[in-house]
């Protein structure tokens, strides 16, 4: 994920959505490729009905599009074809092999399926939208996921997937992260396709180009709920852009206070490495314990390769979309 320049303030609630998948990947404690269920039904349940508690929300995008290999075909096709390959790299197990190694090695003790959930979902930034893992983590209440450990999850994703980037959001605390931010949420009545929530940005960009395409404009979508981060403009022009664009688009602008359209206020950070300067990763590495540094690498050789099969199916279905489509929805796991 490339991350948003933004200077803000943040906080609300965003829930909703039902994502229950099978997985199969490379499990890095056994050496070998596990099926099991990824959500409890419960979770499902939890997803749907949406929640009283405190959320951290964050979003780890699955594409390579830095140049560590080369990926402009996968990178260059249509949203649909995109998406196909994140599902079924999601379907693979590649989140689930790496929440098993985090818990196995006690890095993480607090991370359960009752508190933290993923689905594939769409991201923006600078006037385009990716299929990403989007995913929430309940942090306050009796099974909170700790602070710690939702970092280490997504410090661990972003170097798996060799991300520039990640993103967390604290809905509710302005110093639980790295900075202060301010966001909106635009709720949908239903989880969208990931097509309906990049028209919804594009018409966020025929209102006011400032929240479209600079680099400090972007959004994650995560079940029901259309998240971004205050934009570097003034409050006005941003809140005055999304309102516009909730009504253009027919879905609600939250929060309103007393009648009167505003920003909710929460904390942010955009865990990175630069993989020019430290191709190996270490910026992540640095902040995981050394006892999983072997298997993470393992895991991310498994998604580097996993990828350059998908640009080498692309290649050979090129010109015809449906067969390409396909083809990512059955990508073989390892």
């Given at each position: 994920m490339?991350?948003?320049?933004?200077?803000a303030?943040?906080?609300?609630?965003?829930?909703?959505g039902c994502?229950?998948?099978a997985?199969?990947w490379?499990?890095p404690t056994?050496?070998?490729?596990?099926?099991?269920?990824?959500?409890?039904a419960?979770?499902?349940?939890?997803?749907?009905?949406?929640?009283?508690?405190?959320?951290?929300?964050?979003?780890?995008?699955?594409?390579?599009?830095?140049?560590?290999?080369?990926?402009?075909?996968?990178?260059?096709q249509?949203l649909?074809?995109?998406?196909?390959?994140?599902e079924?790299?999601?379907?693979?197990?590649?989140?689930?092999?790496?929440?098993?190694?985090?818990?196995?090695?006690?890095v993480?003790?607090?991370?359960?399926?009752r508190?933290?959930?993923?689905?594939?979902?769409a991201?923006?930034?600078?006037?385009?939208?990716?299929?990403?893992f989007?995913?929430?983590?309940?942090?306050?209440g009796?099974?909170a996921?700790?602070?710690a450990?939702?970092?280490a999850?997504?410090?661990?994703?972003?170097f798996?997937?060799?991300?520039?980037?990640v993103?967390?959001?604290?809905?509710?605390?302005?110093?639980?992260?790295?900075?202060?931010?301010?966001?909106?949420?635009?709720?949908?009545h239903r989880?969208?396709?990931l097509?309906?929530?990049?028209a919804?940005f594009?018409?966020v960009?025929?209102?006011?180009?400032q929240?479209?395409?600079?680099?400090?404009s972007?959004?994650?979508?995560v079940?029901?709920?259309?998240?971004?981060?205050?934009?570097?403009?003034?409050d006005?022009?941003?809140i005055a852009?999304?309102?516009?664009?909730?009504r253009?688009?027919?879905?609600e602008?939250?929060?309103?206070?007393?009648?009167?359209?505003?920003?909710f206020?929460?904390?942010?950070?955009?865990?990175?490495?630069?993989?020019?300067?430290?191709?190996?990763g270490?910026?992540?590495?640095?902040?995981l314990p050394g006892r999983?540094?072997?298997?993470?690498?393992?895991?991310?050789?498994?998604?580097?390769?996993?990828?350059?099969?998908a640009v080498?199916?692309?290649?050979?279905?090129?010109g015809?979309?449906?067969e390409?489509r396909?083809?990512?929805?059955?990508?073989?796991?390892?």
């Amino acid at each position: 994920m490339r991350s948003w320049r933004a200077q803000a303030r943040s906080g609300g609630r965003l829930i909703d959505g039902c994502p229950i998948a099978a997985s199969g990947w490379l499990d890095p404690t056994k050496g070998k490729i596990m099926n099991r269920v990824a959500l409890l039904a419960a979770l499902g349940t939890l997803w749907c009905t949406g929640s009283a508690l405190a959320e951290t929300v964050g979003s780890v995008e699955p594409i390579i599009d830095n140049g560590v290999i080369e990926t402009g075909v996968l990178v260059g096709q249509e949203l649909d074809v995109r998406a196909a390959f994140a599902e079924r790299l999601l379907q693979c197990g590649i989140v689930d092999e790496v929440e098993r190694l985090l818990s196995h090695e006690r890095v993480t003790t607090t991370l359960d399926d009752r508190n933290t959930r993923f689905q594939v979902a769409a991201g923006g930034f600078q006037g385009h939208t990716n299929p990403t893992f989007a995913f929430s983590a309940i942090d306050s209440g009796a099974n909170a996921a700790s602070h710690a450990d939702r970092q280490a999850l997504t410090d661990s994703l972003g170097f798996v997937m060799t991300q520039d980037s990640v993103f967390l959001l604290d809905e509710d605390r302005t110093t639980s992260f790295d900075f202060p931010t301010s966001y909106v949420v635009l709720k949908f009545h239903r989880t969208p396709r990931l097509e309906d929530s990049a028209a919804l940005f594009e018409t966020v960009g025929d209102i006011d180009p400032q929240l479209f395409e600079t680099d400090t404009s972007g959004y994650t979508q995560v079940g029901r709920s259309y998240v971004s981060l205050q934009s570097d403009v003034p409050d006005e022009e941003f809140i005055a852009g999304y309102v516009q664009a909730a009504r253009d688009f027919g879905v609600e602008y939250t929060p309103v206070v007393a009648g009167v359209p505003s920003l909710f206020h929460g904390s942010a950070a955009f865990p990175a490495n630069d993989w020019v300067a430290h191709p190996h990763g270490e910026d992540y590495l640095a902040r995981l314990p050394g006892r999983i540094h072997g298997v993470l690498r393992r895991i991310r050789d498994a998604h580097l390769s996993f990828t350059r099969r998908a640009v080498r199916t692309l290649v050979r279905a090129e010109g015809d979309p449906r067969e390409q489509r396909r083809a990512m929805r059955h990508l073989d796991c390892h």
